[in-house]
């Protein structure tokens, strides 16, 4: 195996775990007096793009994986029956040879879902047992506003798109196991193409939720959110307007 598709393997493995503990939520859901509001689409597609996008990246990042670790199908070889399973229908003769090369689309979309992941780590951590999926108000709260939340007042938002843009880049990408597979060509492409809407549709919803996030917290801090807001005046991207 060359040293290109060891690199691609490290970061596809790479990839995949940041990518799961960027989706798992670090605490359990607050206690029902804590919510602002439940059972909104937001909430349900999210739990939706949790299954359905751990499964549908963690799937396509382990299949190249296996083509890599296994190499194109030779007659008569022992693993080829598992290749011809997991790759049935390679898009061009030369599929399994773009499989364990690293195309620029990749490696960009595999640094940005890294950066995404790393971004909502850091939250997680700054926010400790305050970070819930759910929007809430718990009694012991407090403003937070320091590391990254002193650069946006929303970064896990900014985590979150920029880690699903990243995800969708990579393995979409020329070189990736649903591309030179031929994948879309399958009735896997109605299970990714609902991973992509759902994915789609919280980036769109991203900007609604931060409006009742900082109504919440508003309420619940006064002055003390208002000085925060003005010092920090972008829910999720510091250069551009779009979701303030």
Same mark, same amino acid.
């Given at each position: 195996?060359?040293?290109?598709?060891?690199?691609?393997?490290?970061?596809?493995?790479?990839?995949?775990?940041?990518?799961?503990?960027?989706?798992?939520?670090?605490?359990?859901?607050?206690?029902?007096?804590?919510?602002? @509001?439940?059972?909104?689409?937001?909430?349900?597609?999210?739990?939706?793009?949790?299954?359905?996008?751990?499964?549908?990246?963690?799937?396509?990042?382990?299949?190249?994986?296996?083509? !890599?670790?296994?190499?194109?199908?030779?007659? =008569?070889?022992?693993?080829?029956?598992?290749?011809?399973?997991?790759?049935?229908?390679?898009?061009?003769?030369?599929?399994?040879?773009?499989?364990?090369?690293?195309? !620029? %689309?990749?490696?960009?979309?595999?640094?940005?879902?890294?950066?995404?992941? &790393?971004?909502?780590?850091?939250?997680?951590?700054?926010?400790?047992?305050?970070?819930? @999926?759910?929007?809430?108000?718990? %009694?012991?709260?407090?403003?937070?506003?320091?590391? %990254? @939340?002193?650069?946006?007042?929303?970064?896990?938002?900014?985590?979150?798109?920029?880690?699903?843009?990243?995800?969708?880049?990579?393995?979409?990408?020329?070189?990736? @196991?649903?591309?030179?597979?031929?994948?879309?060509?399958?009735?896997?492409?109605?299970?990714?193409?609902?991973?992509? #809407?759902?994915?789609?549709?919280?980036?769109?919803?991203? &900007?609604?939720?931060?409006?009742?996030?900082?109504?919440?917290?508003?309420?619940?801090?006064?002055?003390?959110?208002?000085?925060? #807001?003005?010092?920090?005046?972008?829910?999720?991207?510091? =250069?551009?307007?779009?979701?303030?």
């Amino acid at each position: 195996m060359s040293i290109i598709a060891v690199s691609k393997g490290v970061l596809l493995f790479l990839g995949s775990t940041f990518f799961v503990f960027g989706l798992t939520p670090p605490n359990p859901p607050p206690k029902e007096k804590s919510l602002i @509001y439940k059972g909104q689409l937001f909430e349900k597609t999210f739990k939706l793009l949790i299954c359905g996008g751990l499964a549908s990246t963690l799937l396509a990042f382990c299949g190249n994986i296996v083509l !890599l670790i296994n190499g194109p199908p030779q007659p =008569y070889a022992h693993h080829s029956n598992i290749v011809s399973k997991i790759c049935p229908h390679p898009s061009s003769p030369s599929s399994f040879h773009n499989l364990a090369q690293v195309s !620029l %689309p990749f490696l960009l979309g595999t640094i940005a879902l890294l950066l995404g992941s &790393g971004t909502r780590l850091c939250c997680f951590h700054t926010l400790g047992k305050l970070f819930t @999926y759910e929007v809430s108000i718990q %009694p012991e709260h407090k403003l937070i506003t320091s590391g %990254p @939340y002193g650069i946006v007042r929303h970064p896990s938002y900014t985590g979150l798109v920029v880690m699903l843009a990243g995800a969708a880049i990579a393995c979409l990408s020329p070189g990736s @196991y649903i591309q030179e597979c031929n994948l879309m060509a399958t009735n896997a492409k109605w299970f990714i193409g609902l991973w992509l #809407s759902a994915a789609a549709f919280i980036t769109v919803s991203l &900007g609604r939720r931060g409006e009742v996030e900082d109504l919440a917290l508003e309420k619940s801090f006064g002055h003390v959110w208002r000085e925060y #807001s003005e010092r920090v005046s972008y829910r999720a991207f510091t =250069y551009c307007n779009i979701v303030n």
